[in-house]
């Protein structure tokens, strides 16, 4: 069964930044694509980042040039660094991943961990 689990989310000051990481179980992660989906509160859950085993990167438009997703397979971890962060980066950030990029792009990925809360206020 794999398992992800998320760590590193919490209240941090509008220009601040976090980062965000995800272990995976297994051997699972350098076989996959690696995503990272958030969720404010009455909204849908939306892409923010997905990197693939070869190294493609997918950002939403909201995040360009303010995070970046990178991927360590020795270690079987993904992380999301979150500079200059707003309010409306504020949701709960959740790992995922899949075989396919399309997947995780959709948020139709495999696996999925628990979640982790991202708070960015004054």
């Known amino acids: 069964q794999v398992q992800l689990v998320e760590s590193g989310g919490g209240l941090v000051q509008p220009g601040g930044s976090l980062r965000l990481s995800c272990a995976a179980s297994?051997?699972?992660?350098?076989?996959?694509?690696m995503g990272w989906h958030r969720q404010a509160p009455g909204k849908q859950r939306d892409l923010v980042a997905a990197?693939?085993?070869?190294?493609?990167?997918v950002y939403s438009d909201s995040v360009k040039g303010r995070f970046t997703i990178s991927r360590d397979n020795a270690k079987n971890t993904v992380y999301l660094q979150m500079n200059s962060l707003k309010p409306e980066d504020t949701a709960v950030y959740f790992c995922?991943?899949?075989?396919?990029?399309?997947?995780?792009?959709?948020?139709?990925?495999?696996?999925w961990g628990q979640g982790t809360q991202v708070t960015v206020s004054s």
């Open positions: 297994g051997s699972i992660l350098s076989r996959n694509v």
């Open positions: 995922n991943a899949d075989r396919r990029l399309s997947d995780v792009v959709r948020g139709d990925a495999d696996y």
């Open positions: 990197i693939s085993s070869g190294g493609s990167i």
